[in-house]
């Protein structure tokens, strides 16, 4: 079975500042994997995702992401952040062999100013 | 935005009681899905949809039913509900299967359970 893993509930980061949110999956087969934003209030909306070819990749609002097979990871970074950055973030998984995709417990990043 | 609608957005009901939350899509979208979002558990699947009148069960199904007798339609519904059900829920829809960056989400019901 697939599970995933955000390693931090909360991220606190000052504005202007680089901040790296992680994510750690199992699976045995191979897997596409996404990130998701919720905004308060809001539903998810994609950041960004990887499915196939260049590890490295780019999303919305200067997101970036790193595929890493060989240590199972899927982590989320942006060089600098903003306030209006703050947010619920949500890793999230789905094997070649399946139809469902499983979610990580989220990773509240707070950005103060 | 897609097409979804939830409703209703807010929902307060007392142990026991039924409960249906409705979502509505204009995509005619084949698959649907309900999620629960709970702290500490992030969004768990609870039942979906591949097509009118074909549900499956997710991670967390017990004390859901759900029915899609419509494309555009699909309705959760607890059938007694209770404390533990207190949580915000939300719907989901896609053109295919399995694939995340094609799911789009409604603007959730919080639904609290006294």
């Known amino acids: 079975a697939q599970s995933v893993t955000q390693l931090d509930s909360q991220v606190p980061v000052f504005e202007e500042a680089p901040v790296e949110l992680r994510c750690n999956y199992s699976?045995?087969?191979?897997?596409?994997l996404f990130w998701y934003v919720q905004y308060p209030n809001q539903g998810l909306q994609l950041l960004l995702k990887y499915l196939s070819g260049s590890t490295l990749v780019k999303g919305i609002n200067g997101f970036e992401a790193e595929f890493n097979k060989s240590q199972t990871s899927f982590h989320l970074r942006k060089p600098s952040v903003h306030i209006s950055d703050t947010a619920e973030y949500f890793c999230a998984v789905v094997s070649y062999n399946t139809d469902k995709l499983i979610f990580g417990t989220g990773t509240r990043l707070q950005v103060f100013p | 935005d897609a097409g979804i609608t939830q409703s209703p957005r807010h929902k307060v009901t007392e142990t026991g009681t039924p409960v249906t939350l409705r979502c509505h899509q204009t995509?005619?979208?084949?698959?649907m899905y309900w999620y629960r979002q709970d702290p500490g558990h992030g969004l768990r699947l609870i039942h979906y949809s591949y097509g009118v009148k074909d549900t499956d069960k997710g991670e967390v199904s017990d004390g859901y039913s759900v029915s899609r007798s419509k494309t555009e339609d699909f309705l959760l519904t607890l059938e007694s509900a209770t404390s533990s059900q207190t949580s915000v829920y939300f719907c989901?829809?896609?053109?295919?299967?399995?694939?995340?960056?094609?799911?789009?989400f409604g603007s959730g019901t919080q639904l609290s359970v006294l």
């Open positions: 995509e005619n979208h084949r698959y």
């Open positions: 699976s045995s087969v191979s897997v596409y």
């Open positions: 989901a829809i896609s053109e295919e299967a399995g694939l995340g960056e094609k799911l789009f």
